[in-house]
């Protein structure tokens, strides 16, 4: 009797923010608001006040990491070099305002989330790999309510090839039996594919700049795109049936 063949794809990874959950929403609505409080100061167009906000944004981030907190203090350092220092405190306190009010929201499912999180979980292992602050995704997981799914949970400063690289040898497998679920092609897809894994790009209607960045170079035939959860069970069998081929052509 042949030995039981092992399936091609043994872990399903998922990004949350944006995949899980609704949360680049709220980052726009901030920046508009950050916006608002500046123009009592300068006139917004001859500032460039979006591009100075992400040029610190993008400056800090080796500093801060990624997440609210890292916004706020980066909106108060922008706030004062683009006002001069101008800007007043109780302006400042309503940064800090929205920043609290940021990390209070509740967590707002996409629509059939957990529904798809549940039938890939019935065939593969999962793991949910997420980047930000440690206390706000660790709140937002509990508040989701899909913790229970995700056997492993991984709250990282980064996503990118040696992150995922720890994670694979913590679970003992070859990237090319890991598949990746996001939203963002620089921290979810493209550092994937670069290890020989496989991903599932998910685009969400609201994406930051930052996480735009991405060279996928020769590896895009690795990928797939779902445009809702629904759609996320198939997408992973599409995989799961490229990747069976691909390992029976090596």
């Known amino acids: 009797m042949e030995p039981a063949r092992e399936p091609p794809i043994a872990l399903v990874g998922f990004d949350a923010d944006d995949t899980l959950w609704r949360s680049e929403d709220y ?4 920046q508009v608001e950050f916006e608002r409080i500046i123009g009592r100061y300068v ?5 460039r006040a979006r591009e100075r906000l992400y040029a610190v944004e993008k400056g800090n981030l080796a500093l801060f990491g990624y997440g609210v907190k890292g916004m706020a203090l980066s909106m108060i350092e922008a706030a004062i070099g683009i006002t001069d220092g101008r800007i007043d405190a ?7 305002r929205m920043a609290k009010d940021m990390l209070d929201h509740p967590v707002e499912l996409l629509p059939g989330v957990r529904e798809a999180v549940e039938e890939i979980g019935a065939t593969c292992e999962l793991v949910l790999i997420t980047k930000g602050d440690l206390f706000h995704q660790e709140a937002k997981v509990r508040q989701s309510g899909l913790g229970h799914l995700f056997p492993r949970i991984e709250i ?11 994670v694979l040898a913590e679970f003992g497998l070859p990237p090319q039996r890991f598949l990746m679920i996001g939203n963002s092609l620089r921290s979810d897809v493209a ?3 670069a290890l020989g894994g496989w991903a599932i790009h998910m685009p969400y209607h609201l994406t930051w700049e930052h996480e735009l960045e991405a060279d ?3 590896n895009a035939w690795r990928m797939r795109e779902a445009g809702r959860p629904a759609e996320l069970p198939a997408a992973v069998r599409a995989i799961a049936a490229l990747a069976a081929r691909h390992a029976s052509a090596a």
């Open 27 to 30: 980052f726009a609505q901030a």
């Open 43 to 47: 006139d917004l167009a001859d500032s």
């Open 90 to 96: 109780d302006d400042i306190q309503r940064i800090l």
């Open 156 to 166: 990282v400063s980064e996503k990118d090839p040696p992150t995922y690289a720890r």
């Open 191 to 193: 550092p994937v594919l």
């Open 216 to 218: 996928l170079g020769g």
